[in-house]
């Protein structure tokens, strides 16, 4: 597995991420909030789904 280096883009006070980097070629990232992990997804149709 490759570690990509995030691409942070920032807009006048909020940070822009690519999901498709963040993702990889799997369509599928783990994002850490505390002591909860989330799963992102990019579906077939383009769209972002955030479970928990």
């Known amino acids: 597995m490759t570690i990509q280096t995030p691409v942070t883009l920032h807009t ?3 940070p822009i991420h ?3 980097r963040l993702t990889g ?3 599928l990232a783990h994002i850490r909030l505390n002591d909860q992990l989330y799963t992102l997804r990019i579906t077939r149709a383009g769209k972002l789904i955030l479970t928990k």
């Open 12 to 14: 006048q006070s909020m």
């Open 18 to 20: 690519d999901a498709e």
């Open 25 to 27: 070629e799997s369509g």
